[in-house]
């Protein structure tokens, strides 16, 4: 507690001019989990994952400003992209196509934003020193315990570490400035299959609390679910995780998850994760289980595919250019 309120009396002198670390955690998201792992919150299926993967993640933000009609006519639309041979039906195919395009659409909507934002006289790369100088350049006016001050486990210097260490891995060439594709996966690490090791690194640290190097099967439970009062009894599907920890996930037995038994876990090999997420849709919504969606199907659960007033998503059916 001393601790915290002599941090919180440094950071009162420059409070005006310096963000909090969440500020600058949207300015410059720090991905670190394959997508697949994300279905689940806190042991219930997570719907804004879905939601997330079939409008893509900038487009699933305002259905709750929609009446259930007009979003289920705008719904209708989107089916009708989707059904490319225009037979009546969705099939899997069609579908994983859909759900890779919302995927690329907002990789490249994002990149696109922030490329024009850090590099506006439009140059062939941009340099770390300018990057670094846009976004952390106020460290540079902190006291040491300012920078290294923790809010939510983040501190300004451990997210610059981060980054700069993610940058090194996207600069292929070595000449401390990023193309706008080395930009991308920067950005985007988990879409990239040669960020795949510092995606391994940065998933490791944030479930490490000790930072030992290794993952326990508490703090790997403790990634997924927080009790709600101390004492709290654990719901079944934590001491299902605990089984699925001690038999799939910690291969040697010996308690604890190394780099390799995280790669496994995460990044497993041959996973498709537009094909999973299509089937999972598929079937959501498949009522008369013959593997294909009719509109009315798909219109029927409309709340799978693109939320409803309680979950905040829907974004794309907000575009008036699209509908």
């Not at 440094?10 to 963000?19: D, E, G, N, T």
């Not at 990057?131 to 460290?139: K, Q, S």
């Not at 290294?148 to 610059?160: D, H, L, R, V």
């Not at 292929?172 to 930009?183: I, R």
Request: hydrophobic share 35%; glycine share 4%; charged share 35%.
């Amino acid at each position: 507690m001393k601790v915290l309120l002599l941090f919180a009396s440094l950071l009162m002198v420059c409070v005006a001019a310096v963000p909090k670390p969440d500020e600058v955690l949207k300015h410059n998201p720090l991905e670190h989990d394959s997508k697949h792992v994300d279905h689940l919150a806190n042991g219930h299926h997570n719907a804004q994952y879905d939601h997330e993967q079939f409008l893509g993640e900038d487009e699933a933000k305002t259905f709750d400003q929609l009446p259930p009609e007009e979003s289920k006519r705008r719904l209708g639309l989107i089916v009708d992209r989707i059904d490319e041979d225009k037979d009546g039906f969705v099939n899997l195919s069609e579908l994983k196509r859909w759900i890779e395009y919302t995927q690329r659409r907002y990789i490249d909507e994002d990149v696109d934003r922030q490329w024009r934002q850090h590099n506006p006289d439009g140059n062939e790369t941009i340099s770390w020193e300018s990057y670094r100088r846009e976004v952390y350049g106020f460290m540079d006016a902190l006291t040491k315990e300012e920078q290294e001050y923790e809010e939510n486990g983040i501190s300004y210097k451990s997210m610059q570490t981060r980054d700069r260490r993610r940058w090194g891995v996207a600069d292929k060439n070595l000449d401390d400035a990023l193309t706008k594709q080395e930009f991308t996966n920067f950005l985007h690490p988990v879409d990239s299959p040669v960020m795949a090791d510092v995606v391994l690194t940065e998933t490791i640290e944030d479930i490490d609390k000790n930072k030992d190097g290794k993952i326990s099967v508490e703090e790997y439970i403790g990634d997924m679910y927080t009790p709600l009062a101390e004492g709290e009894e654990e719901p079944e599907w934590v001491i299902s995780e605990r089984e699925t920890f001690a038999k799939f996930r910690d291969t040697n037995g010996d308690g604890f998850l190394d780099r390799e038994e995280v790669r496994t876990w995460i990044v497993p090999k041959d996973f498709d994760h537009a094909e999973t997420e299509a089937k999972h849709l598929i079937f959501e919504a498949d009522n008369d289980s013959d593997e294909l969606l009719t509109k009315a199907e798909i219109l029927d659960k409309y709340d799978v595919f693109i939320g409803s007033k309680a979950t905040d998503f829907g974004e794309a059916l907000g575009r008036h250019d699209e509908f």
